[in-house]
Structures are given as structure tokens and as C-alpha cells.
């Protein structure tokens, strides 16, 4: 059964900052248990195929009985090999077009945009859901675009024609001016992975959201 998507609090794993593969299952379970209602598996680094399927496997077995999905960042043939609940992909991937033929129909799939001209193209009736970013700047994505801060997200949030979390630079002290946008939810990076505490981290940020809103 396909499970939902809720973007209230979408953790995007970071195996470096979650010390491997291990590190990244025990983020997600504590996150998982106090509030994140999506992960997704991306890494900035040098990653090999086989490492890509061991970390997407085991995540599977982390959130096989939850109803939390896991997403793939680009790499469609890892999602397919471990039967992921969906794949993100970026503006230099591989087109949402061949992504969903790929895919398949049920399956979630995300598209990054960063500005109006990349809104624009956002084939709608193919894409579940967008990541609008970076709003801040942001050290965990080293392509990163520019951060495009709370006034253009605003414009972004009116002007999308599906749900869309928040990406970039957002933590437990900034996070109520982008939820204030009206904007679905806020994914995030190292205001979880590497946290001491990550049960803490989590509630925190929930509880925050919750009072945004």
C-alpha cells in the first residue's frame, strides 16, 4: 500500500554527518519516533552503487512498518532496486518525464526549484510535491543556488500547484518565518544528523513547527 506523504518535517540524510550508514539508521529511528514524517536518502560525497543500496536497504527495514516513505535522491535504479516509496530529483537530473516512466504511478516523485523561471517548467501532473530552496544559505549541499530567502519563497508558495517543503538553512531558530509562508513543511539536514541528542532535535523542531502554524 502506498504510504502518505506528509511533509510537516522532511529529514534529508546525510551519511557523512550521520558517521555511515549505521549512524544514518539510528538518526532515522530516533527521528522517525519523535515526529520526522519523511526521509530521504541523499549524499554529497563520493558514494559508491553498493553503499547507495546498503544504506537504502537498511532504511527500508527501518521504516518498513511505519507510515513514514523513503525517497531516493537521484538515483532512480537504488529506489527501484529497494522497492523506495519515491525519488527526489534535481534540475541537472534526469527529467521528471523519464523519471516517472521509470517509476511508475505509484510512486511519490519530488523536483527541487530554486526560482519562478524553474516553477514555470514544473510538469504538475507528473510531480507529488516540490523542494523550494535554499532559503539560507546552507554548508550541507555544495551546488547549492543562491539562498532565495523569505520574500521570494512567499511568491514561490502562491505560486505552486503542489505541496512543496522548504530546504536550506532551516533549524529550530528560524524555522516559524518559513512555516508563516504557508508553505507545507521544512526539510532538513544537520539540524538532525549529527546532533548529540537526536531524539531532542527532532521534538524541538516539531513542537516549533506546531506553534508556527
Keep these: 500500500m502506498k504510504k502518505q506523504l506528509d ?3 522532511y529529514l534529508v540524510l546525510d551519511p557523512v554527518l550521520c558517521d555511515g550508514i549505521n549512524g544514518m539508521v539510528n538518526t532515522t529511528k530516533f527521528a ?3 515526529g520526522v514524517t519523511a526521509v530521504q536518502l541523499r549524499s554529497e560525497q563520493e558514494y559508491s552503487g553498493r553503499n ?5 536497504q537498511a532504511l527500508k527495514e527501518v521504516l518498513i512498518d511505519t507510515q513514514v516513505p523513503l525517497l531516493i535522491n537521484d538515483h532512480i535504479d537504488i529506489a527501484l532496486a529497494v522497492d523506495a516509496d519515491g525519488v527526489h530529483v ?5 527529467s521528471v518525464e523519464v523519471a516517472r516512466r521509470l517509476i511508475g504511478e505509484d510512486k511519490w516523485i519530488g523536483l527541487s526549484v530554486s526560482n ?4 514555470e517548467c514544473v510538469p504538475w501532473q507528473l510531480v507529488d510535491y516540490l523542494g523550494i530552496g535554499p532559503i539560507y544559505p546552507t554548508p550541507t549541499k555544495k551546488d547549492a543556488a543562491k539562498a532565495i530567502g ?3 519563497l512567499t511568491e514561490l508558495v502562491k505560486a505552486k500547484q503542489c505541496p512543496a517543503v522548504a530546504i536550506g538553512g532551516i533549524g529550530v531558530n528560524n524555522l516559524t518565518e518559513v512555516i508563516q509562508t504557508g508553505i507545507e513543511g521544512i526539510a532538513v ?3 538532525i544528523c549529527g546532533q548529540g541528542d537526536i531524539a531532542k532535535a527532532t ?3 516539531i513542537r516549533k513547527i506546531r506553534q508556527a502554524r
Design 203 to 205: 521534538s524541538d523542531l
Design 116 to 119: 519562478y523561471s524553474q516553477l
Design 32 to 34: 522517525v519516533e519523535n
Design 90 to 94: 534535481g534540475q541537472s537530473d534526469l
Design 150 to 152: 523569505i520574500a521570494q
Design 52 to 56: 547507495w543500496y546498503k544504506a537504502a
Design 189 to 191: 539536514v544537520s539540524a
Design 7 to 9: 511533509l510537516t518535517l
